[in-house]
T-cell receptor, first 110, second 114 residues
Framework: GENVEQHPSTLSVQEGDSAVIKCTYS??????FPWYKQELGKRPQLIID?????GEKKDQRIAVTLNKTAKHFSLHITETQPEDSAVYFC?????????FGGGTRVLVKP | KAGVTQTPRYLIKTRGQQVTLSCSPI?????VSWYQQTPGQGLQFLFE???????NKGNFPGRFSGRQFSNSRSEMNVSTLELGDSALYLC?????????????FGPGTRLTVT
């Protein structure tokens, strides 16, 4: 079945530094890879996504890369700010069912 | 547009009882998916409804069921509650079924089973 591994589980960075979260997946049929940010007590918020026909996508300070051959994708946050502190989840889908990674708790230290 | 709404936001139930949770998708969205979030198991897919029909189902026991109404609102029901059912139940709405659409989450219902 589908499986998504996410690393690291926790990440502490200094404000202004970059943060990188990596995910690997197993289902060859996966064609959609969203990233969600969940702040404490809040709903998961879709922050960026990428589809299998694209290798990279950028939106201001965040970017995602996808390597379909190796079955891994990554989230890059540049110039981190304290408000970037949250839990980030990667996910994959080949339809309407999302399979999530275990999450990465990101702490940005001022 | 208003976002996804869920009611109730918090619920406390006793083992053996049943519970019904409600989700109203974003206006115009016709697909509703349900997820369970726990510290130990993370985010897990329960089921998805589109056009009042269940289209996809996760690996949960039959005590977990759902339905969708003609206005796309969805409900999920958990019967014979167990302590392990304590979790945040999230629904997500999508504009279509298939072709991996974006999914937008509601605030969730926090269920505590005692």
């Amino acid at each position: 079945g589908e499986n998504v591994e996410q690393h690291p589980s926790t990440l502490s960075v200094q404000e202004g530094d970059s943060a990188v979260i990596k995910c690997t997946y197993s289902d060859s049929a996966s064609n959609y890879f969203p990233w969600y940010k969940q702040e404490l007590g809040k709903r998961p918020q879709l922050i960026i996504d990428i589809r299998s026909n694209v290798g990279e996508k950028k939106d201001q300070r965040i970017a995602v890369t996808l390597n379909k051959t190796a079955k891994h994708f990554s989230l890059h946050i540049t110039e981190t700010q304290p408000e970037d502190s949250a839990v980030y989840f990667c996910a994959e889908a080949a339809g309407n069912k999302l399979t999530f990674g275990g999450g990465t708790r990101v702490l940005v230290k001022p | 547009k208003a976002g996804v709404t869920q009611t109730p936001r918090y619920l406390i139930k006793t083992r053996g009882q049943q519970v019904t949770l409600s989700c109203s998708p974003i206006s115009g969205h016709r697909s509703v998916s349900w997820y369970q979030q726990t510290p130990g198991q993370g985010l897990q897919f329960l089921f998805e409804y589109f056009s009042e029909t269940q289209r996809n189902k996760g690996n949960f026991p039959g005590r977990f069921s759902g339905r969708q109404f003609s206005n796309s609102r969805s409900e999920m029901n958990v019967s014979t509650l167990e302590l392990g059912d304590s979790a945040l139940y999230l629904c997500a709405s999508s504009p279509r079924q298939g072709r991996s659409p974006e999914q937008y989450f509601g605030p969730g219902t926090r269920l505590t089973v005692t």
